[in-house]
């Protein structure tokens, strides 16, 4: 049963770490390209759809990780395990603290109330991302190492 939880768990945090690296590689550079309002306009949505699936998925992984370090903690590589949790805490406080509250007002900005520094806001965001993407990436291949 161990073992379907490792799995399990892994591929949940790999496909959340493949929806960040997309949106931060692919995602909204491909937005930032468009003309006119459209990037931002798409961002807005984006930030609705992602901002009521993402925490969800976080928390989920999070939870998921603190299972099997409980579960695995007499078996190699709970260290990594407890690491790669760690990680992913640190990566729902970052969220939480510094990438939400930028995302909760560009979900709600349009082209005719979004304010005067909104490139600026959304540059900050989008360099908070890459840091958790860089994060969650960590935790990622401490988990996928804590298999071996």
Request: hydrophobic share 80%; no cysteine.
């Given at each position: 049963m161990l073992d379907v939880l490792e799995v399990f768990t892994t591929v949940a945090v790999g496909v959340m770490v493949g929806v960040e690296f997309s949106v931060a590689f692919v995602i909204n550079p491909i937005l930032n390209a468009l003309p006119g309002d459209s990037g931002q306009l798409g961002r807005a949505h984006g930030g609705r759809m992602l901002g009521a699936v993402m925490p969800v998925w976080y928390i989920t992984s999070l939870a998921l990780v603190a299972v099997w370090a409980v579960a695995g903690r007499h078996h190699p590589g709970t260290g990594?395990?407890?690491?790669?949790?760690?990680?992913?805490?640190?990566?729902?406080?970052?969220s939480v603290l510094l990438l939400v509250p930028i995302n909760n007002r560009g979900k709600t900005w349009t082209p005719e109330n979004r304010p005067a520094d909104w490139k600026q806001q959304m540059n900050r965001w989008d360099r908070l991302h890459y840091v958790r993407v860089a994060v969650i990436i960590a935790s990622f291949a401490l988990l996928v190492t804590a298999l071996a």
């Open positions: 990594l395990v407890v690491t790669a949790g760690a990680l992913l805490a640190v990566s729902v406080i970052m």
